[in-house]
């Protein structure tokens, strides 16, 4: 009768183990080891432990800004919602944006490669219309020069538009008891078309207007009065876009 071999399975198996810790003799191949601390199961090939991949993303796996890039901790982030373009899309550097920052809808938010936005207009929030509440006049008659020249830079709405805004929208009031007293505004003195003008139709009727302009980075913008003795010029800011 012929020596009756039995041959077993060996299974190892460490709690809160490592690679290190794994018995060094008494390999075979097929064995396996789970390591309990890191959640990787081994696979003995005769030669070497290897991964049996078991959802475990290795260093292999990652771009190099991956790790950085998706520091989401705080985020409820499934992989459902990251889709392929998730990584690149989210390569925003150079904006100060903490995860606290972020919202569900964060990667189309911040769409904005192809938009000129300035450090002025991130801070506001770009794209949209700002309306400013007022009660009173930046300007009055007393205020202005009525000689039929342009005045150059004299209206000055810095203190109220900011820094980035790309238009102006103003409301004003004039009145005169004379017909056919001009008053016209522009950004600049290259506004021959874009410029806004209003102009006296019956002596001593208040004429009221609102109207929208574009605005220099500088937020100032001429003005040219005629007739040497308007009976009332009002201008007010009532409003900016961003």
Excluded at 21 to 39: E, F, N
Excluded at 137 to 164: E, H, M, R
Excluded at 213 to 224: F, G, K, Q, V
Aim: proline share 3%.
């Amino acid at each position: 009768m012929g020596d009756v071999i039995e041959k077993k399975r060996r299974y190892y198996s460490g709690v809160s183990a490592d690679k290190a810790t794994i018995p060094a003799g008494g390999k075979a191949l097929g064995d396996r080891y789970y390591a309990t601390d890191t959640g990787i199961l081994y696979f003995w090939d005769t030669a070497n432990w290897i991964i049996i991949p078991l959802n475990v993303i290795t260093a292999g796996m990652l771009q190099t800004d991956s790790v950085e890039t998706l520091k989401i901790k705080n985020l409820n982030v499934t992989e459902g919602k990251l889709g392929p373009l998730a990584c690149a899309e989210a390569k925003i550097d150079n904006l100060a944006i903490s995860a606290e920052k972020l919202q569900t809808d964060s990667v189309e938010t911040l769409k904005i490669k192809a938009l000129n936005v300035t450090p002025d207009k991130a801070s506001l929030g770009f794209g949209r219309y700002v309306p400013v509440p007022t009660s009173t006049w930046q300007y009055a008659v007393g205020d202005l020069t009525a000689d039929g020249t342009w005045k150059v830079n004299a209206l000055d709405f810095s203190a109220i538009v900011p820094a980035g805004a790309i238009g102006i929208s103003l409301r004003v009031s004039i009145v005169d008891d004379a017909v056919d007293s001009v008053l016209g505004i522009r950004h600049d003195a290259g506004s021959s078309v874009s410029l806004r003008t209003m102009r006296t139709q019956v002596a001593n009727l208040i004429h009221e207007q609102t109207f929208d302009l574009p605005i220099e980075s500088d937020r100032l913008m001429d003005y040219n009065l005629s007739n040497l003795a308007w009976t009332g010029v009002d201008i007010a800011v009532i409003g900016y876009f961003i």
